[in-house]
């Protein structure tokens, strides 16, 4: 009997054995992972192909982008295709335990923790959480706390980088910025009672030593006993903002380059964005956005010129009250930035990746009202057009509201923390149809131990990681850092 020929697919079908491999990988560096994930119960051809490293080096690489995630937070080199494949679905596979046990109404225990056994503020995850920053009185520390969770609960850690700070007092604020490869961290303080620096320094975590670096000479503001502390109003990865009464000031620390305007009645609650060569003012007391372009800065003669050139008042360019999104003609009131957690310090806004804003207001029950806008670039992209995204009742009082920090996780979807008493909320949140109104699942997130009030403490959800700060001994002698993972190692 003759052989008979393999049969042959019918007219108008696909098969997955007619593209070459590179075809097909090239095709998956478009797709999400769990659409890589999926193309498994396509064909054998398809499914060896999802199993290539370099599909998942190339896919989380594509998402450390897209989520604003530290690249080096991931040694590709070194990971298995296991720990690839782990770390570019853990963003989908934390975010659906939350939306699994919320819906179920129970609350989302961690699966692992670690101590670290010294008192911490100003908590800060380098976002992919593998990196975390927090100061002590007058040191700066970071730790290396890995891509997976610690292999057993109690775990003690020891950071690997120290910096004092010198010349301060107190560490007022401390903020983290992309800077090319490495990281960029700028802190305020004060010298009490004399003055107030900005210090900012670099790091690079994957090297075997990692250090701090000062990238430039602080800046220094001279203090009364009797002044209000300066407050540091925006930083991207070039210019800082700060309100110190009479004036506002802007620092250009790459250029070292600076220059001042009277201050805004009020101003110390203001923010500042930055976008394609304009400046962009949030005003508190009007519920307004101003536009306006960045004045001439004049280079900073040395580190003990301790005052920039006075300059006349912004030269507004464009204001834009702000609104209900579907109701114009309600004004938003007694609005404030929210804390959204962004890293790349970018000054420029395209369609792909549009810098946005989130505003909380006051509703007349009194919860708190969540907008958010997108600064959209227009053709000359000499300006920016605001864009109204969407809108959403929050479910606590205004007065609570500037606890919450928020997180973008996709192009329409935002996750939300917020702690009251001694739980943190959660919200999953997309606003796809900002005329629907946004569709949200929210629940508890369960931290063993929290303090009645703590505020300090941070949150990733691309990793599925949070820390904050918990009473050393049971009598309150003390604090520690805990740091809690929510996602399996498997």
């Known amino acids: ?224 006993a009797a002044d209000q502390y300066p407050a540091l109003l925006c930083a991207t990865a070039r210019h800082i903002v700060i309100y110190a009464t009479p004036v506002t000031i802007l620092w250009n620390f790459i250029s070292d380059s600076w220059t001042s305007w009277p201050a805004e009645p009020n101003g110390y609650n203001n923010t500042f964005y930055f976008c394609d060569k304009n400046l962009l003012v949030l005003r508190v007391e009007r519920s307004e956005i101003h536009l306006a372009a960045i004045p001439p800065l004049h280079r900073r003669m040395s580190p003990d010129y301790l005052f920039p050139p006075f300059g006349p008042r912004l030269e507004i360019l464009e204001t834009t009250p702000l609104h209900r999104v579907n109701d114009p003609a309600k004004p938003l009131r007694q609005c404030f930035s929210g804390v959204s957690l962004v890293f790349h310090g970018r000054e420029t806004s395209t369609e792909d990746q549009p810098l946005k804003i989130d505003i909380v207001s006051e509703l007349d029950d009194h919860r708190a009202l969540l907008t958010h806008l997108a600064l959209m670039p227009t053709v000359a992209r000499t300006t920016a057009k605001l864009t109204y995204l969407g809108e959403r009742a929050l479910d606590f009082e205004y007065e609570l509201a500037n606890t919450v920090q928020f997180e973008w996780v996709g192009r329409r979807d935002i996750q939300s923390f917020f702690v009251q008493k001694n739980a943190v909320h959660v919200c999953l949140a997309s606003l796809s149809d900002s005329e629907a109104g946004a569709r949200e699942v929210s629940g508890l997130l369960d931290i063993p131990g929290l303090p009645e009030g703590e505020l300090c403490n941070d949150f990733c959800s691309f990793s599925g990681r949070v820390c904050t700060r918990m009473e050393e001994t049971e009598g309150g002698q003390g604090k520690k850092l805990l740091i809690l993972d929510y996602l399996s190692p498997n």
């Open 1 to 224: 009997m003759s052989a008979q020929p393999d049969p042959q697919p019918a007219a108008g079908t696909w098969s997955g054995h007619e593209l070459p491999t590179d075809m097909l990988i090239a095709v998956m560096s478009f797709l999400s992972p769990c659409d890589i994930i999926s193309l498994r119960q396509v064909c054998k051809t398809i499914s060896e192909a999802t199993y290539i490293r370099s599909v998942w080096i190339t896919t989380l690489r594509s998402l450390c982008y897209q989520h604003d995630i530290y690249p080096s937070s991931f040694s590709y080199a070194d990971m298995t295709l296991q720990e690839l494949e782990r770390a570019a679905t853990a963003p989908n596979r934390f975010r659906a335990r939350l939306r699994r046990e919320f819906l179920q109404n129970k609350p989302v225990l961690p699966v692992a923790s670690r101590i670290i056994h010294r008192d911490f503020q100003h908590l800060r995850f380098v976002p992919g959480g593998r990196y975390l920053l927090a100061v002590s009185r007058q040191f700066l520390c970071m730790w290396d706390l890995g891509n997976r969770p610690a292999p057993e609960s109690g775990g003690v850690l020891h950071h690997v980088a120290l910096q004092r700070i010198e010349n301060t007092t107190h560490i007022l604020s401390l903020r983290v910025r992309a800077f090319k490869d490495e990281i960029l961290v700028i802190l305020s303080s004060v010298n009490a009672p004399d003055s107030f620096r900005v210090h900012v320094f670099t790091i690079y975590p994957p090297a075997p030593n990692p250090e701090f670096k000062q990238l430039i000479p602080d800046l220094v503001l001279p203090m009364t």
